[in-house]
C-alpha cells in the first residue's frame, strides 16, 4: 500500500475492543473539553513526533522498539496472531498519522450508535445541516 486515504468508519464499530472502546462512554465530555480547549487534531505529524518515533520505535537505533509494535497493537486491539509483523515498519512509518476530533467523535458515536450513520452534531445543529435531529 503506498497511499491510503481513510475518510471516516467504514464498518459498524459496535463490537470494537481494545482500549480506545473504553473511551466512547465519555463522547460528548471529550467533544466539549476539545471544543473548550480548540483542541481539533489527535496526534498530528510533526517534527517532535517524527523524531520520536523514528529514534524510540527503529530496530536499528534502540533495543525498545517492540515497545511500539506492543502500544500500537494493544491500543486498536489487534489479535497479534493475525498480523504480519513484517508490515509494523511501514505502519509505525506513518503513525501517529494524526486525525481530526470530529473524525474520532464520529468513530466513538459509530460505537455507541450501533449503526453506520453520518456525524451528529446535536438535535439543533443537525436539522440546521442534515434536516434531522438524529443522523441517518
Known sequence: VKLLIALGPVAFLENMGGPLSLLTG???????????????????????????????????????????????????????????????????????????????IHFMQAKNSGRFQMYSYGPTVNVQKIWFKIPS
Open 26 to 104: 465519555y463522547t460528548n465530555t471529550l467533544k466539549f473539553l476539545t471544543e473548550i480547549l480548540g483542541v481539533y487534531e489527535v496526534l498530528p505529524s510533526g517534527a517532535f513526533m517524527n523524531i520520536l518515533t523514528s529514534t524510540m520505535c527503529d530496530p536499528a537505533v534502540t533495543t525498545v522498539a517492540p515497545i511500539c509494535d506492543n502500544i500500537l497493537l494493544s491500543l486498536i486491539g489487534l489479535d497479534t496472531s493475525l498480523m504480519d509483523k513484517k508490515l509494523l515498519p511501514r505502519i509505525l512509518a506513518h503513525t501517529p498519522a494524526g486525525t481530526s476530533v470530529q473524525n474520532m
